[in-house]
C-alpha cells in the first residue's frame, strides 16, 4: 500500500509563498504521474500541477508563473513551491500518485490566503 503524506501547508498572507512537501512511502522514480490537487471549500478537486516522469510539468492556469512543481527521486518527495499566492488558492491541496495498480492520495494540507 503506498502512502503519501503531504506537509507544508498554513495561513499566509497575500504576496506570501509556501512549500508544500509529498512524502511517498516507496521509490518515485518509476512512478510516471504525479499530481498536486487542490480543492477549495465548496468546489470540485481541481488539477493544480503534473509532474510526469519524463516531460514537462503542466500547470493549471491560474497558477502558471506563480507555481512550480518538482520531484526528487532520491527523496522520494515531491514538492510545490507556490509564490505570489492570492486568497484563490486557498483550499486542501492534495498529492496524487498514478500507479498501475491505482491510483493513490494524501491526506490533504491546508493553505489558507488571508487578504
Known amino acids: 500500500q503506498v502512502q503519501l503524506v503531504e506537509s507544508g501547508g498554513g495561513l499566509v498572507q497575500v504576496g506570501g509563498s509556501l512549500r508544500l512537501s509529498c512524502a511517498v512511502s516507496?521509490?518515485?522514480?518509476?512512478?510516471?504521474?504525479m499530481d498536486w490537487y487542490r480543492q477549495a471549500p465548496g468546489k470540485q478537486r481541481e488539477l493544480v500541477a503534473r509532474v510526469p516522469r519524463w516531460g514537462s510539468r503542466i500547470y493549471a492556469d491560474s497558477v502558471k508563473g506563480r507555481f512550480t512543481a518538482n520531484r526528487d527521486a532520491a527523496k522520494n518527495t515531491v514538492w510545490l513551491q507556490m509564490n505570489d499566492l492570492k486568497p484563490e488558492d486557498t483550499g486542501v491541496y492534495f498529492c496524487h500518485a498514478e500507479l498501475p495498480q491505482g491510483d493513490y492520495w494524501g491526506q490533504g494540507t491546508q493553505v489558507t490566503v488571508s487578504s
Open positions: 516507496e521509490s518515485i522514480f518509476s512512478i510516471e504521474i
